[in-house]
């Protein structure tokens, strides 16, 4: 009986009111409203997509038909199925004469496409017949259309029949197309910019609807540049008087409420006119103290209408007496018993507060109450509120219910807005050190993978420099009560990863900084959290970073380290991890456990984390010792690509280490191919003229990159260069980076070249042994290097004076020479320090006996120069860089720049070792270099 | 009050007037944490009008925030079933209101009304006056009220045009244009009327250009 009472009523509906729905159509909607899972609707709505493909491909459809068929097709989108299969017949059906099927195609179109979709332009055309259609329901009909699919292009297509429009006898018309007319400023200002006068002169329209509709452009507009529309204050609050003394028509009232949507709109545009402006401020204080004495507080229009006068007070400059009526209607709206109300009482609290924050306090218990509500958008609303009155008096309060809420809600999204706002409230106004960290814990135990990575650094920093003042002691003591509370929360299970990157850090840097806690106890924790979370690469990574801290303040501080068995077996499973970054960490580890005091205290100062680096990539420290050098008959510094013509591979490690502390990858067109080019093409020029000097000379273009007149051959010669880089990655890098000494050793071998090099000139052979990649060219190069030296002079004279314009620097070689002693800590790879004197003798020694031969020439030894800048500061910095700066955080810490490391991981202790002196010497340079020098060059 | 029939009928009879409590059925996602609309344009207007019924079926959706129209339909639907996630969680007599950043971008504000099966909700940005918003539903359901007399979730799933029809009248290109029910009423009836005369008038020749087979 009951399902007769519905088929009758459901096709009653059918027949009556549903402009003809098929009985298709109702079972549709029947079946899917039946349907028990969203699986079950899908297949119905799949179904019926089916049928509809099937029956629109039919021939001679009937209109009503396919009138029928688009609104099913409209209905299965709303359901979120794609129809776009059909969008083309309803394209067509807006191009029918039927107003009825008009009116459905535009429908449907409207719904189914956006602006930027291609059929749009399909319909262009039959929108510009309509908008001149006699009947100005079709006309609306096109303006609705032109309001949701004109895009930028089409507007110009319409914009002189809309514009006709505005003049339209019928207002409804006019409405519509002011309205178009600011859907087409908001789509390109521009192409409208010049009726812009339109919108003022139809706010006089006689018909009050038209004029409300103006307001919508008009706040617009008053929004993007309001001193050009001051002018219209006084219109405004004129029209604002007369609808709130009642002089609209009767039927414009809604609720006794005579326009209130016009109001609010002009309330809303009276706020943007009357900002920071105190005359136009003044002109709306009559009409705003009207408002509050007539406004019924008893419907909802009415306290709209309130509010919104509370919204305009607080944007302009109010008088007292006004804000004092705002205060009153806030305070009743606190007081009602309607959340809304409440819920809109907090908001305008919160704008009023700005202007008198004592405002709050009369109201203090009502803003207890609404935290205390269940409705949660009342209590977001007050919380922000309570984040917008926040002082230091009263932070502790309000961060502590920030984070009691913030515990007690799953949505992230606002879970994470709480969260920041706390950590902005604490940093602003905490109270003490203590405390900060306390609910810096907090929110990162609660909230810490939704926090910002920023807010973790910031944290980290805070605790390094302590609170700005410059209190050792208050220092040290947030430090260690840092410290405890995380050796305390760290027992806790699943932290969040961002957290226990903090507590690593801190750890390391300064678990055992008080004496409190044992290295062991320290390390034992680390090892843990490394263990717990294995799975988290970059916790591992702070947390292998910190042990090194660790056991480094041990070292340094004269103890003796036991390393924790767990703490080795950490480290051995490290070693052989696949992540680059943990292998580099863990081989840096082993390698400084080996090393003295002396060297790892240089390597980690005690809290140095937040010391600048200063890197000298002129090395200008070693500018005296060199010059002494030199004068007492040392040669000057033959950069390592001069020598060998390796200049590609050379470039590009360097390039490599250049880049991989900044970032990941490069953006610049590849400058490097063309050193290659310039050597295979020199070489092929040269040869008959075969040179040492050669090698300077080809430096020279690159270093200064003035490469045009060789251009037309770079293309072919570019290929060779990469090829040699490609041939042997490993093998290359590692020589290049680690200077010369290995080649000695094991390129002799392999090199016939070396041979010949080595027979008529010993130094060379070293340098020549270097690049085993380049073979044929090395040949060449070779042969040029010994076949006629002499003659090869005035050929790079002139060739390099061409490039070269910097020859005032006279004394630059003598500052580069060091160079060669920089590189080796980084790349001891290979050798032993014996090595390394050969090599680094070698280049000297050969430009000497180039310099003797000829004069010295000015261009090629700036080139060394400009060469060194280029690549010799690199090695340094990232040596420095890979060793000390534990504030880089792991993600941070380039495999890259390990790289070179890692595979030499038995020799890194050499390398740190090296690179202690270095540092040492930046620091005392007199003194320390010459064992420097003793030590690598034998 | 009509006759109910849900257990029949998935659509409820009854009046939308008469507020009464029915929920359950729901087979739908959890809240959508991460929102469809990364960033929002600052365009101060009204984003979606939309009214679902308490299991949670769209109604009506229409969409006036160009970034939501570009989404493609699934996208739109997750944002309708995001919404109805919110709401149907909410508990009784608190606010109409909500913010709904996580769905439709920053400063997102929702105001929805609760009659008989159905949820009416606007969604819209910080521009606008939510108690205002909450009196444009009102405008909407008393002018369907109107048009349909005594209004039920039935007459909006079949009238599925005229309902188009009223909230253009209401609603223009994301601003409110009209909101006097008696002058939409009008409108509406107009168009109404038009249609159906040239439907009539079509009927024949229509009829009889169909069999020539012409379109």
Not at chain 1, 117 to 145: E, F, G, M, P, W
Not at chain 1, 173 to 191: C, D, G, N, W, Y
Not at chain 1, 354 to 363: G, L, M, N, T, V
Not at chain 1, 514 to 528: N, Q, T
């Amino acid at each position: 009986m009951e399902q007769l009472k519905t088929i009758g009523r459901e096709l009653a509906m059918g027949s009556q009111g549903g402009f003809g729905q098929s009985k298709e159509f109702l079972d549709l909607v029947k079946s899917i409203g039946e349907a028990r899972s969203k699986a079950e609707e899908d297949r119905i709505v799949l179904s019926e997509i089916d049928i509809l493909k099937r029956k629109l491909l039919e021939p001679d459809i009937p209109k009503r038909k396919m009138k029928e068929y688009i609104i099913r097709l409209v209905y299965i989108e709303m359901l979120g199925h794609d129809a776009s299969f059909g969008y083309i017949h309803a394209v067509k059906m807006t191009h029918d004469d039927n107003l009825l099927l008009k009116r459905t195609g535009y429908l449907a179109v409207t719904l189914f496409l956006n602006e930027d979709h291609d059929l749009i332009i399909l319909i262009v055309n039959t929108i510009q017949k309509d908008l001149r259609s006699d009947n100005y329901l079709v006309v609306c009909a096109a303006l609705n259309a032109i309001c949701r699919l004109i895009n930028e292009e089409t507007i110009p297509a319409v914009l002189p029949q809309v514009v006709d429009l505005l003049n339209h006898h019928k207002e409804a018309v006019r409405k519509k197309a002011i309205m178009a007319l600011h859907r087409f400023h908001r789509k390109s200002p521009s192409s409208v910019s010049h009726l812009i006068s339109n919108f003022r002169k139809r706010l006089c329209d006689n018909d009050p609807g038209v004029m409300g509709a103006t307001l919508c452009p008009l706040f617009d507009l008053i929004t993007e540049d309001v001193a050009s529309y001051k002018d219209l204050v006084s219109s405004f609050v004129s029209i604002l008087k007369q609808v709130t003394e009642r002089r609209l028509p009767k039927s414009y009232d809604y609720h006794q409420m005579p326009a209130p949507f016009i109001q609010i709109k002009l309330l809303k545009i009276m706020a943007l006119l009357g900002s920071g402006d105190k005359s136009a401020s003044e002109i709306m204080y009559m009409v705003l103290g009207d408002l509050f004495r007539k406004c019924d507080s008893s419907t909802n229009i009415g306290n709209a209408i309130l509010y919104e006068c509370i919204r305009s007070i607080s944007c302009i400059i109010p008088s007292p007496k006004l804000l004092e009526a705002a205060a009153d209607a806030i305070s009743k709206f606190l007081k009602s018993d309607s959340h809304n109300l409440k819920y809109m009482g907090i908001d305008g609290l919160g704008r009023l507060i700005k202007i008198s924050p004592d405002i709050a306090e009369q109201h203090q218990l009502a803003v207890i109450d609404c935290l205390e509500d269940p409705d949660d958008t009342l209590k977001r609303k007050t919380f922000e509120l309570l984040y917008k009155m926040t002082k230091s008096s009263n932070v502790e309060v309000i961060v502590d219910r920030m984070i009691d809420y913030m515990i007690s809600i799953n949505d992230n999204h606002y879970k994470t807005e709480i969260a920041s706002r706390c950590v902005e409230l604490a940093e602003q106004f905490a109270p003490s050190n203590q405390w900060f960290i306390q609910i810096m814990n907090k929110v990162f135990e609660h909230a810490g993978d939704l926090v910002n990575i920023k807010v973790a650094h910031n944290l980290m920093r805070l605790i390094a420099e302590g609170f700005g003042e410059d209190d050792d002691d208050a220092d040290s003591k947030l430090r260690l009560s840092a410290v405890e509370s995380y050796l305390q929360i760290m027992s806790e299970p699943k932290l969040p990863s961002l957290f226990l990157q903090v507590i690593s850090w801190v750890l390391g840097e300064y678990g055992t900084a008080d004496g409190k806690y044992s290295a062991s106890y320290i390390s034992g924790k680390l090892c843990d959290v490394a263990d717990a979370y294995s799975s988290d690469e970059t916790v591992k990574g702070y947390a292998v970073s910190a042990l090194m801290k660790i056991y480094a303040f041990e070292i340094a501080s004269g103890r003796k380290v036991d390393v924790l068995p767990e703490c080795q077996s950490l480290i051995e499973e490290l070693l052989a991890s696949h992540s680059t970054d943990l292998q580099q960490r863990a081989y840096e580890l082993q390698a400084l456990l080996a090393l003295d005091a002396r060297a790892v205290e240089s390597i980690l100062p005690l809290d140095a984390s937040c010391e600048d680096i200063e890197v000298d990539k002129d090395l200008s420290f070693l500018n005296g010792y060199i010059q002494q050098a030199i004068e007492s008959g040392a040669q000057p510094y033959i950069s390592e690509r001069e020598r060998s013509g390796m200049l590609e591979t050379t470039d590009y490690h360097s390039q490599d280490h250049h880049e991989v502390p900044s970032h990941a990858l490069r953006f610049e067109a590849y400058e490097r191919p063309k050193p290659s080019s310039l050597r295979t093409q020199a070489s092929t020029e040269l040869v008959p003229v075969p040179e040492p000097s050669y090698y300077s000379e080809a430096h020279q273009p690159i270093s200064t990159s003035s490469v045009s007149e060789r251009e037309s051959s770079e293309i072919k010669l570019r290929l060779d260069g990469v090829k040699q880089k490609w041939g042997r990655p490993s093998y290359q890098s590692s020589t290049s980076a680690s200077s010369t000494p290995p080649q000695a050793a094991n390129g002799t071998s392999s090199h016939p070249d070396v041979g010949v090099g080595s027979s008529s000139l010993k130094p060379r052979s070293s340098y020549e042994s270097k690049k085993p990649e380049i073979d044929p060219e090395k040949q060449r190069l070779a042969a040029s290097l010994f076949g006629g030296s002499s003659s090869s002079r005035s050929d790079r004279k002139s060739s390099s004076g061409g490039h070269k314009p910097a020859k005032g620097t006279a004394s630059k070689p003598p500052k580069e020479n060091p160079i060669p002693v920089q590189p080796p800590p980084d790349l001891l790879d290979f050798g032993e320090p014996t090595a390394t004197s050969v090599t680094a003798t070698d280049p000297f020694k050969e430009l000497e006996g180039l310099m003797d031969s000829s004069s010295q020439d000015g261009g090629s030894t700036d080139v060394m120069g400009v060469l060194y800048s280029d690549a010799a500061p690199v090695t340094t910095t990232t040596s420095v860089d890979s060793l000390l700066s534990e504030l880089s955080d792991s993600s941070k810490g380039n495999p890259g720049t390990y790289q070179s490391q890692t595979s030499k991981g038995p020799n890194s202790q050499e390398a740190l070792e090296k690179d202690a002196l270095v540092r040492q010497m930046g620091v005392n340079p007199t003194s320390q270099n010459p064992t420097l020098f003793k030590d690598l060059l034998g | 009050m009509k006759v109910t029939t849900r257990g029949s009928f998935p659509i409820s009879y009854e009046s939308l007037r008469v507020k009464q409590k029915v929920r359950g059925g729901v087979h739908h996602q959890g809240p959508n944490e991460i929102g469809v609309l990364g960033v929002s344009g600052i365009v101060k207007m009204i984003k979606a009008v939309m009214m679902m019924n308490t299991q949670g079926k769209p109604r009506l959706a229409k969409f006036y925030d160009f970034l939501v129209r570009c989404l493609p339909v699934e996208k739109q639907q997750e944002l309708i079933r995001g919404v109805f996630s919110v709401l149907s969680s909410r508990p009784e007599n608190v606010s109409n209101f909500l913010e709904i950043d996580s769905l439709f971008g920053p400063d997102s504000r929702l105001v929805y009304k609760h009659y008989a099966t159905l949820y009416f909700v606007l969604v819209f940005d910080g521009s606008e006056n939510e108690l205002a918003m909450l009196d444009l539903i009102q405008v909407l359901v008393e002018t369907l009220d109107k048009c349909f007399s005594n209004v039920c979730e039935l007459d909006i799933v079949f009238n599925y045009s005229k309902m188009h029809t009223v909230l253009d009248e209401i609603v223009f290109g994301g601003q409110v244009l009209e909101t006097r029910s008696d002058e939409i009423m009008k409108a509406v009836e107009e168009i109404s009327k038009l249609e159906a005369a040239s439907n009539s008038i079509s009927l024949v020749p229509k009829s009889v250009s169909g069999w020539r087979g012409g379109r």
